[in-house]
C-alpha cells in the first residue's frame, strides 16, 4: 500500500469515526434532524460549510489550485439528483458514505442500504441511457 492510500485510509477511518461519535450513523438522529426536532447534525452541516467556503476561497487562489480548477455550469441533472438523494437520505437514514459507516459499527441492516445504493445507480444509468440527453461527464471535465 502506498503512503498516499494509507494517508487516504486514516483520513477516512478518521472521517468515519466523527460521523458515528456526532450521531450521522443513527436513523433516529438523522430522523430528528430532517423533522428539525434536534439542531446538532444541522449545526454539524452549518460549521462543514463555514469551514470550507473559505478554504475553497482560498484554495481557488493558489496558483497551483488555479491552473487545475474548471469552473463548469451546473450539470442538468444536479436538481433532481439532489432531491432524489435527500429522499433516500431520509428515508433509508443514511447517505452512501455513512452507509459505510453504519456497517463499519456492525449494523447489519446497512448492508441492505448499501445493495439498494448499487441497485439505484445501476437502474439510474439504463434510465439515463433511454430518456436523458445530457452528458454526464460534468464530474469528470468530459
Known sequence: MSARHAATLCVGVLLGFGLSRIGFSSWDEVEAMFALRDPRLIMSFALGVALLVPGWWLMDRLPLAAAAATHRPIHPGTVAGGL????????????????????????????????????????????HRRFFRFSTGSCSGE
Open 84 to 127: 432524489l438523494f435527500g429522499v433516500g437520505w431520509a428515508v433509508a437514514g443514511a447517505c452512501p458514505a455513512i452507509v459505510l459507516v453504519q456497517v463499519g459499527e456492525g449494523q447489519l441492516a446497512a448492508l441492505l442500504t448499501l445493495v439498494g445504493v448499487f441497485a439505484g445507480n445501476a437502474i439510474y444509468a439504463l434510465v
